[in-house]
């Protein structure tokens, strides 16, 4: 698959634009969020994204294992194994950084999110925001600019994958408000599960509300509206760029013989 490149992996507000988002879940906002520009939503295997970090869902060795963490280590190459052994382990809610080898990122940064605690949910909520703080905050202090998140503890790990979205968007949302939030370009969410998908269409409107015009635009059409001729342009302009977007992994792109679910029995094995 050819690599996706940061700038086309679509914003929110162009999926507000063309309705791939339904807003009917966002409390109305009073305002938009300022983020709508920077954060992007993509279904995709985010070993394809040449973006400048993505972030892998990886447990406390940091030496690999079944799902994304997996598929980042095959489409890396050995050599990322090599780094990695040099870490030392991390311990959950934080994260590392290495190199990229044969992924069209920059950088990976590995975070380690929390085997979902059904008893003491409040601890799984505090590691999870801390992982994805952390890997912005490492982000950051590497000067990167576009990173791209996998659905951190949503597989293996169990964590619930609408809570999971809520606690992402929020600390994702709480960063990009902060001083260093304004140092990067654009931070993306990457789906890959249906029920992943579902979960982030209805998170992200929530803790990032389109502008009150775009919802209106939703509900306008063509002839209603004075200026038709330029909200029909770029309707026009948002589908072309939409239709580029590509196809639905349904399988572990790099080890297409192994389906999710055959990782996951490996994994608990
Ligand atoms: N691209 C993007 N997302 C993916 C990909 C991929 N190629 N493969 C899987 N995913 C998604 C899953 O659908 C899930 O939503 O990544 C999310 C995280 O799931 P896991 O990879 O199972 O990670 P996690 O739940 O955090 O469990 C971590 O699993 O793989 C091991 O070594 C890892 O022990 C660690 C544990």
Redesign the pocket.
Known sequence: MAPIAAADIPTLNLLYKLKKLDTSSSPSPKRASDHNDRVGLIR?????LAVDAIV??????L??????????HR?AGPQLLSECRTLNGCETGSSKITDAYNLPCKKVIHT??P?YDEIRPERSKASLQSCYKSSLELAVQHGLKTVAF??????????P?GE?AMVACEAVASFLDGDDGKKLDKVIF????E??VRAYNQALPRFFPPAAETSAYQGMNAESDPDEGDQAEAKAEAEAKANQLPSV?TT???DPSRT?KK??QD?EA
């Open positions: 995709a295997d985010i070993t394809s892998n869902a990886a447990n406390k060795s030496l690999g294992g079944g799902g994304v963490d997996g598929a980042i489409a380690v999110g085997i996998s659905a951190i503890s949503t597989g293996i790990y169990g964590y994958s999971a990457v789906t890959f599960e029920k992943d992994p572990d792109p790099a999710q990782q996951k994994t």
